[in-house]
């Protein structure tokens, strides 16, 4: 009976190495994506959008530093949840080097917030929020919230595990 449990224990675990893997590959599909965004359609965008419409025209530079930053916080949002999920992995997660990480995630989610509250602020300025953008956007922009929140949340948790094994390693 004892070995039937640890070979479920087993299974268990190489289904959450599996499940971390796809997670990881699919960030880095992610990542990928964004970069391809970045550097093919972002230009694009910000010279054809100040062409073909009249609210946009002279703002391609506006156009293509909010589609940039955006993209770049998103991909450094991934790229923090990819290193944290490495951590998981190698089983030095509770370390008070992952807290450096985990800021950098709350501070990614909180900035991709603001972000795209900038971003429907420029575009109402302009008169190109229409409702379905709007409601869009501060959508986006509350789950981006909601998971910085809950970012800092999960650092207070972590920060109780790391105290907790450092006393056991003090008794040990």
Known sequence: M??????QGSKLQDKEVLSA???SFTIWLLISFGML????????????????????????????????????????TLFAVSFLLHRILKGTLINKSALTWVNTLA???????????????WLSIQGAAGPAIALGLIGA?????????VTLSLKYVLKAAIANQQELEAVI
């Open 37 to 76: 965004f970045q550097f093919l359609f972002i230009p694009m965008l910000s010279r054809e959008l100040p062409s073909n419409y009249v609210e946009f025209q002279g703002d391609g530079l506006s156009i293509q530093l909010f589609l940039s930053s955006i993209t770049l916080t998103a991909q450094s």
């Open 2 to 7: 004892y070995r039937e449990r640890e070979r």
């Open 21 to 23: 893997r796809a997670a």
């Open 107 to 121: 501070i990614s989610c909180s900035s991709f917030s603001v972000l795209l509250v900038g971003l429907l602020y």
């Open 141 to 149: 922009a509350l789950v981006a919230a909601a998971f910085a929140f």
